[in-house]
């Protein structure tokens, strides 16, 4: 705490999020970033999760945000509903449910609508990825787990069905390789799927 001509300055944050462009334009934080080693397993009880959750949200320096993005594994657990119960204030838009096509997974993001629809969260729509391979010389897109079942499911709980986003390599390895594949390979179908939900979801937020 620091004083001046008795105004009184209290920091109000106490950790700074990690850029991951050098402008600055997203910053991201991360349990990762605070662990000794990569390979570390966090072996946390629910209560100390939770409050970890609460940090991130109110003792990080966010700055001027447009969105603020939360990616959750599926699930219904403490952990979901802390999130919830402490973004409740600030009216979030809604949930992005992502699933793919597989029964398995469908199954599980039927229950996080479920989840949503008991706590008060707007779904703003279901993605359906790893939906089909295209391959990159044919452009024939064979669809190696099925198909469908995210639409099926958006249709059944009559929310926006968002689009599908096939698989393809270029999209995890520059993943892996901290390379942005919307600027490397603006040719693939990937691609064009993703700008397209990018589109459809900021339209929704403008509109």
């Not at 793919?100 to 997974?105: G, H, K």
């Not at 390599?169 to 892996?176: F, H, M």
Request: hydrophobic share 40%; aromatic share 8%.
């Amino acid at each position: 705490m620091q004083t001046h001509k008795g105004d009184i300055y209290v920091p109000i944050c106490r950790w700074v999020p990690v850029y991951a462009d050098p402008e600055q334009r997203i910053s991201v934080m991360s349990i990762g970033f605070l662990l000794g080693s990569p390979d570390e397993a966090v072996v946390w009880r629910g209560p100390k999760k939770n409050a970890m959750i609460k940090q991130f949200l109110s003792d990080v320096c966010w700055g001027a945000l447009d969105y603020l993005i939360i990616d959750t594994p599926p699930g219904t657990s403490d952990e979901h509903i802390t999130v919830v119960e402490n973004l409740k204030k600030y009216s979030p838009d809604g949930a992005v449910l992502v699933t793919t096509p597989q029964a398995v997974a469908v199954g599980d993001v039927r229950r996080e609508l479920t989840f949503c629809k008991k706590t008060g969260i707007p779904v703003v729509g279901v993605i359906e990825n790893m939906s089909g391979f295209v391959c990159p010389h044919c452009t024939e897109c064979t669809n190696i787990f099925s198909k469908g079942g995210g639409e099926a499911l958006a249709e059944q709980f009559q929310v926006p069905f968002l689009g599908c986003i096939p698989l393809d390599p270029r999209l995890a390895r520059t993943l892996e390789e901290g390379q942005s594949f919307i600027d490397l390979f603006k040719d693939s179908t990937a691609y064009h799927a993703v700008t397209s939900i990018v589109k459809t979801i900021t339209e929704r937020d403008t509109g």
